[in-house]
């Protein structure tokens, strides 16, 4: 006698695409992404329609800190070689030119509100510029001394000027006067190939 065949029945697969799609939210909510990385950097804003292109904007020669990175991960400032832990303080002796120095930035009184009458540099800029050469680390390590330098510097004024609390600490206002005094200025120059002809 033949067994009679039994018909298997099928799987139902509608809610396959359902499971899949839970599941890829589910695994978009719970993983973390870091965000805090990158370098923070403000960009000019567009120019306005009637406004002309200017190609001679002249910056005194004293107003600018030339940074440069070699393709050893050498850095220069100015016109000496330094390492990496000397960039900080040199560039907030730069920045600050405290005993108002011919060769550092030039300072000019500006009424500031919560700061009154303050003779600041507000014209100087740090030009960065590296080699193709150049290790990412290396770049890296010089933009986080820089912006140290600045925070460093805002830290200081705060803690004078505001009772002792550091810059973050600060209102909204005190920490725009605060940058108004201290306004970050890092160029970034176009990577050049040192050496190359």
Known sequence: MARKKRNVPGINSSSTADIA???LIFFLITTSMDTDRGLARRLPPP????QTKDDNIIVKERNVLQV?????????????????GQLKDKA???IKNEQDSPTLPEKHRKNI???????????????????VGTSYQAY??????????????????AKEKFGGRKYLECSE???KAIRDYYPQKISEAEPKKYGAK
């Open 21 to 23: 799609f839970i599941l």
């Open 47 to 50: 120019p306005e329609r009637n």
């Open 68 to 84: 440069r990175l070699n393709k050893d991960n050498q850095l220069m400032c100015g016109t000496e070689y330094i390492s990496i």
């Open 92 to 94: 907030k002796e730069f």
């Open 113 to 131: 509100p919560l700061l009154g009458d303050v003779m600041i540099t507000e014209k100087h800029v740090i030009s960065v510029q590296n080699d």
């Open 140 to 157: 890296i390590n010089v933009q986080n001394e820089l912006v140290a330098a600045y925070n460093e510097l805002r830290d200081e004024l």
């Open 173 to 175: 206002d005190e920490q």
